[in-house]
Every structure is written in structure tokens, then in C-alpha cells.
């Protein structure tokens, strides 16, 4: 009886804890990062997981709000023509392999309502690989990865991955899974209601041009979700399968 008390005072805790915000965040459902706004759905009420929003001079800070889960704090720099983002990761990068802490690296440029994502892991403080380029609209995602052999700089970056999104189409050559070549993936996403559509535009040997590369089922967080929502596109696969047999 006691442990059961317990564990329901820990679950009233969390769950109060996931309610309050601190001073000056203001409550939305979710956060718009082409537009870096907190955003409510017309007539209905703000559930779980939802987002706290609090705008200062030149910063933006955003805490995603779950119950029973660690909150995420986000922060987005004004840099003058952008806005800057940084996530910092610790994830396994070999399957199998245990206890492997190589950080990962989000660097999120924003600016015109266009997202561009920069991320690499980084060994012993200083060699970067596994290198990726992903720039993003509302309508649109192109994937250049480091099969590209691009080479980022510190000094003006923003500038050097703008560059390379800019000329991708000159310099490099779309995702050819027969040779291995991955150097760009370019998609058009469109969304109804709470499921998110990506479908490949390019094309390649094995995958025709619109054809989806993936369909997911968003939470009330939308495309601001980190998870961006669940998978169902093998789901989906099959109940089309099972209907052309009929």
C-alpha cells in the first residue's frame, strides 16, 4: 500500500511539474520554426505534448512540455540574417556497438521561412564526419550528405551551406542506391490533418519520381515533434497491397 502511494505522488508531481511553465513562457500547442511562432489550432483546447514559448531581445526560447518525460529547452540566436539553432546529441552510430558516446551535432540554420539543418558527429573534440546538409520548407526537403564531399569551414557558414544547397543540382549527382552514391535526395512533403506525406521527387533505380519515401503520423506537436511523429508508411504498403489483390 505504501509503494502505491508512493507512485502516485511521484506520477501527481510529474504530471503538476509538466503543467507549470516558468515566469514569462507563454503556453502554445506547438512551435512554427519557418515563422518562429507559438501557434494554437482555432477551438481546441492545448493537450499534451505541447510547448512553452518565451521571446526576449534577439533570443527565443522554446521548452517542449511532456508528461512523464525530461523537458527540452531550445534556443534560437538572432544572427542577423538567420537565426541559429544548436542541438548536441549523444548517440550510439555503430548498430550493436555499446557504450558509444560520440557527440552529434544539429546546427539549424532559419531564416525566409526556409530551415536549413547541418549536423555531424565529431571524434575526440575535433574531426567531424558523417556529414549532412538537409534544407527545408514548408513544401520541400533536399538531403545532401557527406558521399557529396562537401567541406564546411567555421568562419561564415551560413554563407558555405547556402552555397552548396544553392549549385547542389550543378555540382552533384541524386542518390543512386545500385552504385551507392548518396550525394543529394530532393522530396515534396505535404500534410492533411495529422499525417505528414514525403514523397520523392528525383527519383532513382529503385524508387520512381512520387512515390513516398515515408509517411508519418504526427502528434500534437506537428512537424515540431524531435521524434517528427511515428512511421506508418509499411502500414500503409500493405493495406494498398491487400486492396489491389481484391
Not at 29 to 52: M, W
Not at 152 to 170: A, H, P, S
Not at 202 to 224: A, C, H, M, T, W
Request: proline letters at 4%; glycine letters at 4%; aromatic letters at 16%.
Amino acid at each position: 500500500m505504501r509503494k502505491l502511494n508512493i507512485t502516485i505522488i511521484v506520477a501527481i508531481l510529474l504530471f503538476a511539474n509538466c503543467k507549470r511553465l516558468p515566469k514569462g513562457y507563454i503556453k502554445y500547442q506547438t512551435f512554427d520554426e519557418f515563422s518562429l511562432k507559438g501557434i494554437n489550432f482555432k477551438d481546441s483546447i492545448i493537450k499534451e505534448p505541447f510547448v512553452g514559448v518565451k521571446e526576449e531581445n534577439k533570443v527565443i526560447s522554446v521548452i517542449i512540455c511532456e508528461r512523464f518525460k525530461k523537458r527540452i529547452l531550445l534556443k534560437y540566436y538572432e544572427k542577423g540574417d538567420y537565426w541559429y539553432n544548436l542541438r548536441k546529441e549523444q548517440l550510439p552510430y555503430f548498430p550493436g556497438v555499446k557504450n558509444d558516446t560520440t557527440p552529434h551535432y544539429i546546427e539549424r540554420f532559419l531564416y525566409n521561412d526556409t530551415i536549413m539543418e547541418y549536423s555531424y558527429y565529431l571524434k575526440n573534440g575535433k574531426t567531424k564526419f558523417l556529414e549532412e546538409l538537409n534544407f527545408e520548407t514548408r513544401k520541400n526537403i533536399i538531403e545532401l550528405s557527406d558521399s557529396a564531399g562537401f567541406q564546411v569551414y567555421e568562419k561564415d557558414r551560413f554563407q558555405q551551406l547556402k552555397r552548396f544547397i544553392v549549385n547542389y543540382t550543378l555540382n552533384y549527382t541524386p542518390y543512386e542506391p545500385e552504385f551507392q552514391k548518396r550525394c543529394y535526395q530532393y522530396y515534396c512533403k505535404y500534410r492533411n490533418k495529422d499525417t505528414l506525406f514525403i514523397s520523392d521527387i528525383v527519383g532513382n533505380k529503385i524508387s520512381k519520381p512520387g512515390s513516398y519515401q515515408d509517411i508519418r503520423k504526427l502528434n500534437s506537436l506537428g512537424e515540431f515533434d524531435p521524434n517528427k511523429g511515428k512511421s506508418i508508411l509499411d502500414d500503409v504498403l500493405q493495406i494498398n497491397k491487400f486492396s489491389k489483390k481484391k
